[in-house]
């Protein structure tokens, strides 16, 4: 039994290098890339077995390049992956000797999952496996009582007795195979809890130990007792083994942050698609623009959390080209400016009317979202601060007082190339 202070202080010695790394990407994939409508849609569209088996006899994505992927995340500035090792379909991106449900069985033929850790560890990116605790093709899986089931209407399938035991020792075995047979992982990401599915209804505490016995270091994160939100006992006073690494909100930024009962921060990796689907949608066209994106990471890191940004690649393995296209220029601005992200947290400060602070150490970057006309209020930080140089080319800024408010005295101001008459440099005497 650990104590919850064993179990926060190893957490905060294992999320070192994520609170480091702070962006990553996620990768959604599977069967659902065929039909193209998103990873829930055999949920959706209640599909039986049958007609979903047409996409598993037709898996065969022949683009499929884990290198490319692994240089697309590289030049987006992404320092960490996580693959949809089994989504909620059940279908498994690598060979599992618990079942045939498996890329290995279908003209595809690979082991996805293998090949992508081997192209991401080269290029220098951490890995992590998504899987889900959900699993739609297991007929062990609970279909009676479960609102997500696509078989759920099905009156033969839902008087049947699974054998819920049967289901968590597969879970339990595919877990351990991941851990065994594939080399180090950084982070496991478990989907998700819900109705009273949650915690111990897992074996919750036994997966963790036997996680922790092969890869103590892993990151876990906290859906073995939450769904998509930011809640979950991690955020208890006495977190428990199982209640995770750091939080996953869900398609939200939490306005701040996220602390635990006791009023410390805990880790929080926000995860977002990049268009309006987790898993490929041939027909979503509303993407996030490259802006908006760089900013909601700025937002995720100047509270302290990661964002984890996701890609839906297609049936034949291509992450998407809107994407990409979206990717490479973050890349740039994180090239130019990634000293302000990586390393960074929150500033001690409130948030400034024109943007964003990050922090690290002594050093404080300000993130201007909106023209100022004049320059730009750096309020209450006259006299700490040295110095100011723009980030992206390194040129000197004047810190200046304008000229007609000396009610400002105590304030300093960041001169970009705003006219000489409307602000003088600060006087010495201060
Ligand atoms: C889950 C998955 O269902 C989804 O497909 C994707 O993988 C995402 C990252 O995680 O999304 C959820 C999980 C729980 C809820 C909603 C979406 N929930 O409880 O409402």
Redesign the pocket.
């Known amino acids: 039994m650990m104590t919850s202070d064993e179990i926060r202080l190893a957490r905060t010695e294992r999320t070192e290098w994520f609170l480091r790394d702070r962006f990553g990407m996620?990768i959604?994939w599977g069967l659902y890339a065929i039909p193209a409508r998103g990873?829930?849609v055999r949920s959706v569209e209640k599909m039986d077995s049958q007609t979903y088996q047409a996409y598993f006899e037709a898996f065969h994505p022949e683009r499929y390049d884990p290198q490319a992927w692994a240089k697309t995340a590289k030049a987006s500035g992404m320092k960490y992956a996580v693959l949809?090792a089994k989504?909620?379909d059940g279908f498994c991106l690598y060979d599992s000797k618990l079942t045939d449900y498996k890329s290995t069985k279908t003209p595809c033929g690979r082991d996805l999952v293998r090949e992508f850790l081997d192209a991401f560890r080269h290029e220098g990116i951490k890995v992590g496996l998504?899987y889900?605790l959900l699993d739609w093709h297991h007929p062990d899986y609970p279909a009676y009582g479960d609102r997500h089931h696509p078989m759920r209407e099905n009156e033969a399938y839902k008087n049947r007795t699974p054998d819920f035991e049967n289901y968590l020792a597969y879970m339990h075995g595919q877990v351990k195979e991941l851990l065994t047979d594939y080399g180090r992982l950084d982070l496991m990401w478990f989907?998700?809890s819900?109705d009273g599915m949650t915690g111990e209804t897992w074996r919750a505490t036994e997966l963790i130990r036997m996680i922790r016995s092969l890869q103590p270091h892993v990151l876990i994160d906290n859906r073995l007792d939450a769904?998509?939100?930011y809640g979950g006992s991690i955020k208890s006073a006495d977190p428990l083994e199982y209640s995770g690494d750091f939080a996953s909100p869900?398609q939200i930024i939490p306005p701040a942050g996220v602390v635990d009962a006791r009023g410390c921060p805990v880790p929080w990796e926000a995860?977002i698609t990049l268009n309006n689907n987790?898993?490929y949608h041939a027909n979503d066209p509303m993407y996030k623009s490259p802006k908006t994106v760089i900013r909601k990471l700025i937002e995720c890191v100047s509270k302290n959390g990661n964002l984890l940004l996701?890609v839906g690649p297609n049936a034949k393995g291509e992450i998407p080209a809107e994407s990409r296209r979206i990717l490479a220029e973050i890349g740039d601005w994180l090239t130019a400016n990634g000293d302000s992200i990586y390393g960074c947290g929150a500033a001690p400060l409130e948030k400034p009317e024109w943007g964003r602070y990050t922090r690290k150490g002594n050093r404080l970057y300000a993130h201007i979202f909106e023209e100022s006309v004049g320059p730009v209020n750096l309020n209450g930080l006259a006299g700490v601060i040295k110095s100011v140089r723009l980030l992206a080319d390194g040129s000197e800024l004047t810190l200046v007082r304008p000229w007609n408010t000396a009610e400002f005295r105590a304030d300093a101001f960041i001169n970009f190339g705003t006219p000489e008459h409307f602000s003088y440099p600060l006087p010495d005497d201060r």
Do not use: I, L, V
């Open positions: 996620f959604h990873e829930w949809t989504h909620h998504y889900s989907d998700f819900y769904s998509g939100e869900e995860c987790w898993g996701n």
